[in-house]
């Protein structure tokens, strides 16, 4: 990635979990809620990481806020990584963005924090129920930040996987679609200049939706 380039995280955390049944914001990896492990990690390579919150968003925004303000609070196994990205200033870097639509589905929640990134020329776009994806996944990957594309997706063994990078180019077709549009239906257009980057981490391809998926952590 260019010294220059912008990158702006979104960490999709607004949905009810219905699934889980249990809420996954504030399920426990390794000692910290997945929300905040996830942006420690989003924060080492990101400029900014806007947290798009709905579904108990007062407690989330207060969870993570918390976290980011009280360096005891972390597990030994971070605390070199938080040295490295400022800790005392974590939280400046945070922005929470409260999307009121979120019931309408994952896609609002892409819209809504797109339109608070003013001047990103990228966006990491991370699910909530990644936590376990290793801090060496995302500075492998933003690496492969390459502007002759819009879209740079991982791939582990011939499987697309998640988080993924979008340009800027991208989000007034995002912002412009119908909320009850998808992701999947605007980068099967044929318009969308596409990368995939293929991998070592097979946690690109896990998420937690259930409860008997918790059994992987």
């Not at 009280?70 to 400022?86: A, G, R, T, V």
Request: hydrophobic share 35%; with cysteine.
């Amino acid at each position: 990635m260019k010294k220059d380039t912008k990158l702006y995280g979104l960490l999709i955390a607004a949905g009810k979990s219905g699934r889980m049944g249990n809420y996954k914001p504030l399920l426990t990896f390794q000692g910290l809620p997945f929300s905040v492990g996830i942006v420690i990690k989003m924060l080492s390579v990101c400029d900014k990481v806007g947290i798009v919150i709905g579904y108990k968003a007062e407690e989330l925004k207060n969870k993570i806020s918390e976290h980011l303000t009280n360096p005891d609070s972390f597990p030994s196994q971070l605390k070199e990584k938080l040295i490295e990205i400022n800790r005392p200033h974590l939280i400046t870097r945070v922005n929470f963005i409260m999307n009121g639509d979120y019931k309408k589905g994952m896609f609002t929640s892409l819209q809504c924090g797109i339109k608070h990134v003013k001047d990103g020329d990228w966006i990491l776009y991370h699910f909530v129920d990644q936590p376990n994806l290793l801090s060496s996944f995302y500075e492998e990957f933003t690496s492969n930040i390459d502007n002759k594309f819009d879209w740079i997706q991982p791939k582990y063994k011939d499987r697309n996987g998640h988080p993924i990078l979008i340009k800027n180019s991208l989000f007034k077709m995002i912002i412009d679609s119908g909320w009850e549009s998808d992701l999947k239906s605007i980068s099967s257009t044929g318009l969308v200049k596409k990368k995939y980057w293929n991998c070592s981490h097979s946690q690109i391809l896990m998420d937690f939706d259930r409860p008997e998926d918790l059994a992987g952590l």
